[in-house]
């Protein structure tokens, strides 16, 4: 079992950043592979970025550039760096464990969530 919680959001003007946090729960953390999903209100939810348990990232075309996740695996901790905040990056931001270790687009395919924390972007 893992207990994921997320912190770091908030309001911020286009063009900032912030540092999205994910602190674990649980024994085996770093054979987990981590993402981070959003959601904006109306919209279903949509992949941001995931690191496998090897370290291997991937990005989501729309934050390449932009966004940058990380793991400390003593800390038990995955982070999302946002940077170049732009209108459109309001929403909700989850993140998400999957014990196969690989990390994937499909949010079906992770095992837990966290209860997700508030990105507001003004322009």
């Known amino acids: 079992q893992v207990h994921l919680v997320e912190s770091g959001g908030g309001l911020v003007q286009a063009g900032g950043s912030l540092r999205l946090s994910c602190a674990a729960s649980?024994?085996?953390?770093?054979?987990?592979?981590m993402g981070w999903f959003r959601q904006a209100p109306g919209k279903e939810r949509e992949f941001v970025a995931t690191?496998?348990?090897?370290?291997?990232?991937y990005y989501a075309d729309s934050v390449k550039g932009r966004f940058t996740i990380s793991r400390d695996d003593a800390k038990k901790t995955v982070y999302l760096q946002v940077n170049s905040l732009k209108p459109e990056d309001t929403a909700v931001y989850y993140c998400a464990a999957n014990s196969k270790g690989i990390g994937t687009i499909l949010p079906d395919r992770y095992d837990y969530w966290g209860q997700g924390t508030q990105v507001t972007v003004s322009s």
């Open positions: 690191v496998g348990w090897t370290g291997h990232t």
């Open positions: 649980g024994r085996t953390f770093s054979r987990y592979a």
